[in-house]
């Protein structure tokens, strides 16, 4: 039998979030209902129509999507070389990844993986008996300094082998926040088109930057061997539809995607689809990002206030792009038992946290990222301030006896 290895951080949620009164430990921007989606449209009376699909038969549908999601969807993009025919809808972006992952690698094959990022995207390729190697983001500084989140193209030169295949990313990141420059972008292109590596982007957090001049997504620079994935779940707060997409310009890496996908997805539900496509019809669209980027806006304001308040036994890499943030706690010069500290957090204040070294390290016997937390920061705005109320009490009481993590 294949081994599964255990999906750290879905397990972690599954088990506490039923008794937590704070939930910090989601990435979604806070979900919305069909009518709060009405009343966020530009045309509401639009909108509630195209939300009433009641004459609308239920037979499979479109196999590959409706025309009118993978129209919208392929909207997303500013290349004139993404068309509906570019777009394969599935059953949200966990699906989308193990398609494309399934799909175009093979136990012969090489991946090199940036990390910390969704397990899905290196524990997969592993359980298809491809050998792994991560590429780590690491902190610029010491991690008691103001730092940010760094990769070494380095690393990645001397990390490719003759039977390198793929390079899976991750931008905007999750856990950490931090996303790719279009300096960096571009530099990653160079490297791929010289070994004519597959370029595959997790993208579920694109569309969210808090910045002037945000980075293109990889569909749109001109890479022929560029494929992402996308979600209604994380920047547009409709998890509940279960609706993601897979898009490349390539025809041949999206053949085999669609191949696979047999295997999966006879076709998404119609009324999943229809939502969808009106949610990224641009009377819906961009309310919905503006909204998303208001939360993060607010609540990471306010977690930079948490941070500079415990100066000295926390510190972060401020996030301008995505829903998540990372945090490190230390005390004493070392960084505390992370786990620990999310159990005590939980039990006594009620915020659900993830401990980074169990939900994002490699394995359980890693010692990667030791003292961290994630924090999913587009969540109600009153939540959170209730969240960081309880932590700053924990902080008082409680921190001091937190263990370190072990040296």
């Given at each position: 039998m294949v081994h599964i290895p255990p999906f750290e951080v879905t397990i972690w949620i599954e088990q506490l979030e039923d008794g937590c009164k704070?939930?910090?430990?989601?990435?979604?921007?806070?979900?919305?209902?069909?009518?709060?989606?009405?009343?966020?449209?530009?045309?509401?009376?639009?909108?509630?129509?195209m939300l009433s699909p009641r004459s609308l038969k239920l037979s499979y549908g479109p196999m590959r999507g409706s025309d009118r999601l993978r129209q919208n969807i392929a909207a997303l993009y500013r290349s004139p070389t993404v068309t509906q025919e570019s777009i394969?809808?599935?059953?949200?972006g966990i699906v989308a990844n193990q398609i494309v992952l399934q799909a175009l690698l093979s136990a012969d094959d090489h991946v090199v993986v940036m990390y910390p990022t969704y397990e899905q995207l290196y524990q997969t390729p592993r359980m298809l008996g491809a050998e792994v190697t991560l590429w780590k983001l690491t902190p610029s500084s010491s991690p008691e300094d103001k730092w940010e989140w760094t990769l070494d193209l380095a690393f990645l030169r001397s990390a490719i082998k003759p039977n390198t295949k793929m390079l899976v990313l991750n931008s905007p990141n999750n856990p950490t926040g931090a996303h790719l420059s279009a300096d960096m972008q571009k530099q990653i292109l160079a490297i791929a088109a010289e070994h004519d590596l597959i370029v595959f982007c997790d993208e579920v957090f694109y569309p969210l930057f808090r910045m002037e001049d945000p980075p293109s997504s990889f569909l749109d620079l001109n890479y022929d061997k560029a494929i992402v994935i996308g979600s209604l779940s994380k920047a547009y707060s409709l998890a509940g539809t279960r609706t993601g997409w897979i898009a490349s310009a390539n025809?041949?890496?999206?053949?085999?995607?669609?191949?696979?996908?047999?295997?999966?997805?006879?076709?998404?539900?119609?009324?999943?689809?229809?939502?969808?496509?009106?949610?990224?019809?641009?009377?819906?669209?961009?309310?919905?990002?503006?909204?998303?980027?208001?939360?993060?806006?607010?609540?990471?304001?306010?977690?930079?206030?948490?941070?500079?308040e415990h100066r000295g036994r926390c510190s972060w890499s401020k996030p301008v792009a995505g829903t998540t943030a990372m945090l490190l706690f230390m005390r004493d010069g070392r960084p505390v038992d992370d786990k620990e500290f999310c159990l005590r957090l939980l039990r006594t204040t009620g915020v659900l946290l993830c401990p980074a070294s169990v939900c994002f390290g490699d394995g359980k016997e890693s010692a990667d990222f030791r003292g961290f937390v994630r924090v999913g920061a587009a969540i109600d705005t009153a939540e959170m301030a209730g969240a960081l109320r309880e932590m700053r009490r924990f902080m008082a009481e409680g921190f001091a006896e937190v263990p370190l993590a072990p040296a």
């Open positions: 704070y939930d910090l430990a989601t990435t979604c921007a806070s979900s919305i209902s069909l009518d709060e989606l009405e009343e966020l449209s530009v045309d509401p009376a639009t909108t509630s129509a394969l809808t599935t059953n949200g025809s041949e890496l999206l053949d085999r995607c669609a191949a696979m996908r047999h295997y999966t997805t006879i076709s998404v539900s119609q009324i999943d689809e229809a939502i969808a496509a009106e949610a990224l019809a641009d009377r819906c669209r961009l309310p919905l990002l503006a909204r998303a980027n208001r939360l993060a806006t607010t609540n990471i304001h306010a977690l930079e206030t948490f941070v500079e």
